[in-house]
């Protein structure tokens, strides 16, 4: 998963297929991840963070955004 490559190896979230990515956007001090699949936007997800803080707030988006992709996984079976 594209997610965020970083924490992967530490996340007790369940990984998504390859197609799945998250990108990250900041905007003082929100930052925003956009969650696609394929390129198409399915999901923003955000949180406010101190600026110096930017790779723990990826982390937490990453994580958040690969519970959500799992849940909505879930609902297409």
Not at 51 to 75: F, M, N, P, Q, T
Request: contains cysteine; neutral net charge.
């Amino acid at each position: 998963m594209n997610v965020d490559k970083a924490s992967a190896e530490k996340t007790t979230a369940p990984l998504a297929p390859p197609d799945w990515t998250m990108d990250l956007k900041k905007e003082g001090i929100q930052f925003t991840a956009e969650v696609k699949r394929s390129g198409v936007l399915l999901c923003r997800l955000s949180a406010v963070g101190a600026e110096s803080d930017e790779s723990a707030v990826r982390r937490d988006l990453a994580d958040k955004a690969r519970w959500w992709i799992h849940e909505y996984l879930g609902r297409n079976n």
